[in-house]
DNA sequence: TGACGTCAAGATCCG
DNA sequence: CGGATCTTGACGTCA
C-alpha cells in the first residue's frame, strides 16, 4: 500500500545506508599541481609562496570535487612543505586564516568527508625513539590541518602499524604503548590499516579490540598478505567493518586492483569496471570506498556511474575518451555512438568499451584513420608548410611511429586552439593506460 | 647500499 | 628556445 511518509523515509534510509566512492590527492582534470619545497631552497619567503599556491590548488580540487558530486576524498599530505618538521616554524593557520576559512566554508557546504594518509616515514611503533617522536609530530601536523579545515571525528588519518624488526609481537606491544601516549586529539582521528608486507588483518585486528581502533580494510593488501588459514575475504571485510562506531562515521575501505606484471602491491593505472562491479555486488551498504589509482578521479568518475548513473555524465566522458578511443579501434568507437544515442545507457557497457579499446595492441592503419579524424580539426587552417608535415606524420604513424606524430598534433592544438578537442584527454596527462 | 612509492624540481638532452 | 626526458630528494624499514 503506498504511504508518502514511509516512502520519504525509505529514500532517507537509502541515503544513510548508500556506498559512496572517492579518490586521493591528486586530481587528473584540474589545472594547478601542488609545489614541494626542498631543504636548500628553504626560506620564510618560499615557504609561504608555497602554502599560498598549494591552498589554492586544494580550493581547485574541492571544487571540481564539488561539481562532480564527490563526498570522500583524501588530502595530501605534502599540502605543506615540511609541514611536520622543525624547519618549518610557520604559523601557517593563521597566516593563511582567509584561506583555510574558505576552504572549510567550501568542505561543508559541498559536504565532503576528507581524510589524510600519513606516509610511510610514520611510524609509531619504531624502537627508535627520534623515529616515534618524529611520527608523533607528523600526526600532529596531520590533526593541526584537520582542525584548520573543520573536521570532526569522523575525518580520519590513516596509518600503518609499522616495522617488525626481527619480532612482530613486541613490535605490536609498542605499538599499543606509543598509541595510548597520544593527546585525545591525534586519538580521535586515527585509524590503521592492514599492510602488503608485515601486518595482516589479523594483526591489525588484535590491535583494534586492544585500542579501540577503527580498521581499514584494503583489499589489494589482504589479497597479497593474508592471515595464515584465512576465510574468505569478505569475513575480514565485515570485521573490519565492525570496528567503526558511530562517532567515527560511515566505515572506509580502501579499494585497489594489481597492476599487471609489476611488483605486487603496485596500483593499476585504472580501475577495471568488471571487477570492481563484482567487488560491489558483495558489500551491502553504508560504506565509503577510497579508490587507489593512479588516474585517481577520473577512476572515480568511471566507478561512481556504477553507483549514480548520469546520461549527462557519460556524455561529457566520451568527449574526453571519444579520441583516444577512435585511435585504438573504430568499432568501439561506433559501438560507444550507439550506445549514447539510447535513452538509458548502461554506464558498465560505456566504460567495458573504452577499456577494451585501450587494451587493444596498435594497429597503424587503424591509429591513421583515427589520426586523419582528428586533423581534420586543423586542416583547413593549416599553413602548407603544416600540411606537408602533417603528411609525413601520418606516414610515420602507419609506419608505427606514434610519438612524433603525437606530438605534431598537440603542437598543432596549441597553436590553432579547439574547444572541442580541448577537452579531449587526447593531449592530457593522465591517460597512461591507454599507453598513448 | 638500493628498493620501496610518489611526484615536483632541477638538470640535461633534443630538435 | 621550448619541450621531452632524466635524476634527485626530507622522511624509515628491509634485504
Known amino acids: 500500500m503506498y504511504n508518502k511518509d514511509r516512502q520519504v523515509r525509505i529514500l532517507k534510509d537509502r541515503k544513510m545506508t548508500e556506498i559512496r566512492i572517492g579518490y586521493a590527492c591528486l586530481n587528473e582534470d584540474t589545472q594547478l599541481n601542488y609545489r614541494t619545497l626542498r631543504k636548500d631552497k628553504m626560506s620564510q619567503e618560499n615557504l609561504k609562496e608555497i602554502i599560498g599556491h598549494n591552498l589554492l590548488v586544494l580550493k581547485e580540487m574541492l571544487l571540481w570535487n564539488e561539481k562532480n558530486q564527490v563526498k570522500v576524498y583524501r588530502i595530501s599530505s605534502d599540502l605543506i612543505p615540511f609541514g611536520s618538521s622543525p624547519l618549518n616554524g610557520l604559523a601557517w593557520e593563521e597566516v593563511f586564516q582567509e584561506e583555510f576559512k574558505e576552504l572549510r566554508e567550501l568542505i561543508k557546504r559541498s559536504g565532503q568527508r576528507i581524510s589524510f594518509h600519513p606516509g610511510q616515514y610514520t611510524?609509531?611503533?619504531?624502537?627508535?625513539?627520534?623515529?616515534v617522536e618524529a611520527s608523533i609530530k607528523d600526526l600532529a601536523y596531520h590533526e593541526r590541518l584537520l582542525r584548520a579545515l573543520g573536521a570532526n571525528s569522523t575525518n580520519k588519518m590513516v596509518l600503518h602499524v609499522g616495522g617488525v624488526y626481527g619480532d612482530k609481537k613486541k613490535a605490536l606491544e609498542r605499538f599499543i604503548e606509543n598509541y595510548e601516549k597520544l593527546d585525545q586529539d591525534i586519538k580521535d582521528h586515527l585509524v590503521i590499516e592492514n599492510d602488503h608486507r608485515s601486518y595482516n588483518m589479523e594483526d591489525v585486528l588484535y590491535l583494534s579490540e586492544k585500542l579501540k581502533l577503527p580498521l581499514i580494510f584494503d583489499n589489494l593488501h589482504h589479497e597479497?598478505?593474508?592471515?595464515?588459514q584465512a576465510g574468505p575475504w569478505k569475513d575480514y571485510f565485515l570485521r573490519a567493518k565492525k570496528?567503526?562506531?558511530?562517532?567515527?562515521?560511515?566505515p572506509i575501505i580502501h579499494y585497489s586492483q594489481q597492476k599487471k606484471d609489476d611488483r605486487p602491491g603496485s596500483h593499476s593505472d585504472h580501475i577495471e569496471i568488471d571487477s570492481f562491479k563484482d567487488f560491489l555486488?558483495?558489500?551491502g551498504e553504508n560504506l565509503d570506498i577510497m579508490l587507489e589509482v593512479k588516474d585517481k578521479n577520473r577512476s572515480f568518475l568511471s566507478c561512481n556511474q556504477l553507483i549514480n548513473p548520469q546520461i549527462q555524465?557519460?556524455?561529457?566522458?566520451?568527449?574526453?575518451?571519444k579520441y583516444l578511443v577512435l585511435l585504438k579501434s573504430h568499432k568501439n568507437y561506433l559501438a560507444i555512438r550507439e550506445l549514447l544515442?539510447?535513452?538509458?545507457?548502461?554506464?558498465?557497457?560505456?566504460?567495458?568499451?573504452?577499456?577494451?579499446?585501450?587494451?587493444?595492441?596498435?594497429?597503424?592503419?587503424?591509429?591513421?584513420?583515427?589520426?586523419?579524424?582528428?586533423w581534420g580539426y586543423f586542416k583547413k587552417k593549416a599553413s602548407p608548410g603544416e600540411k606537408d608535415q602533417y603528411e609525413k606524420h601520418l606516414k610515420d604513424l602507419a609506419k608505427g611511429d606514434l610519438k612524433k606524430p603525437w606530438a605534431f598534433l598537440k603542437r598543432m592544438q596549441k597553436k590553432y586552439p579547439n574547444d572541442y578537442l580541448s577537452q579531449s584527454y587526447l593531449f592530457r596527462p593522465g591517460n597512461y593506460w591507454f599507453k598513448g
Open 313 to 321: 555524465v557519460l556524455r561529457d566522458q566520451w568527449s574526453k575518451y
Open 281 to 283: 555486488e558483495d558489500l
Open 341 to 374: 544515442k539510447t535513452s538509458s545507457p548502461n554506464p558498465l557497457v560505456f566504460y567495458r568499451l573504452v577499456e577494451e579499446a585501450a587494451k587493444k595492441e596498435w594497429d597503424w592503419g587503424q591509429a591513421s584513420n583515427g589520426y586523419a579524424h582528428i
Open 224 to 228: 597479497i598478505n593474508p592471515p595464515d
Open 243 to 250: 570496528t567503526w562506531k558511530k562517532k567515527d562515521g560511515r
Open 123 to 131: 611510524v609509531l611503533n619504531s624502537p627508535k625513539k627520534e623515529v
